[in-house]
C-alpha cells in the first residue's frame, strides 16, 4: 500500500477501524506520517477520523487508547478461555507434567517409577520427622538427581513437591487467590501417594511452622500463631 501511495497511485485510503491497520501504536503513526507527508488523506470509519483534520497529539491519543482497550479486551478473553478449559475440565494444566510422572503418546499422564520411589521416600522422610533441609541432604547423600538433573536440590522443589496434591491423583485449578471458583479434579492421574499420606504431610508442615528459634537456636512455639490466650 505505501508503494502505491509512495507512486502517487493513491489519494485517499478508507479504512474500517485503526485496529485493522494491522500495526502496533508505533508503527500506525509512523506510516500515516508517511502517509500525510505524501498528501494521502487516510479516513477510519468506525472513529470518524480523518488525517486531514486531526492533529498528531490527538491521533496519538486515540491509537493509544484503543490499543489499550484492544488488549485489556483480549486479556480477559484468554483468562475467560482458561476459566471455561478447566471448568470444562479440558484444561491442557491438568495434565502438566510434574516430578514422578511423563506423559503418554496420548498426553496422558503416567507415573515414572524411579521418580515416583523417591517422591514417596520424600514424602515418608517429612512423615518421620525430618525438615526439609535435612530431606535435601539425605537426598544429595544418597546421589538422587533433582528434577533438572542436577546432584544438589534446592529446599523450594522440596516444599513444592510435598504440598502438590497432583500425588495423590487430583489436580485443582484456578486456587490462586484470585479467583472465586477452584476446579476440582479427582482421579485425574494416577497416585503416588494416598490422601491419608498427603493430609498427614500438610498436618506436620503446619505444626513446624509454628516452630521458630531463638537467639540461641532453642526451638520454641511462636507467639504469633499460639493458641493459647494472652492473659
Known sequence: MLEDCQ??????????????????TVDTLEALNQL????????????????????????ISIIESIAQAENESRSENI???IKQRAVQGTSKLYNRKCYGYVHDKEGNLIIKDDEAKNVMTIFQMCLHGKSVI?????LERLGVKSPTGKDTWSKRTIDVMLSNEKYTGSVRLLDNGKHGVVNLCEDN?????????????????TKRSNIVKDENGVQRKSKKYSSKRLR
Request: proline share 1%; glycine share 4%; no cysteine.
Open 189 to 205: 492421574n494416577p497416585a503416588i501417594i494416598s490422601k491419608e499420606t498427603f493430609q498427614a504431610v500438610q498436618i506436620e508442615k
Open 79 to 81: 483468562k475467560l478461555g
Open 36 to 59: 500525510k507527508t505524501l498528501g494521502i488523506r487516510v479516513i477510519f470509519e468506525q472513529e470518524s477520523l480523518d488525517t486531514t483534520d486531526t492533529d498528531s497529539d490527538l491521533m
Open 7 to 24: 507512486s502517487y497511485n493513491l489519494d485517499i485510503i478508507l479504512i474500517k477501524s485503526i485496529s485493522r491497520f494491522g500495526m502496533d
Open 134 to 138: 535435612s530431606i535435601v541432604a539425605e
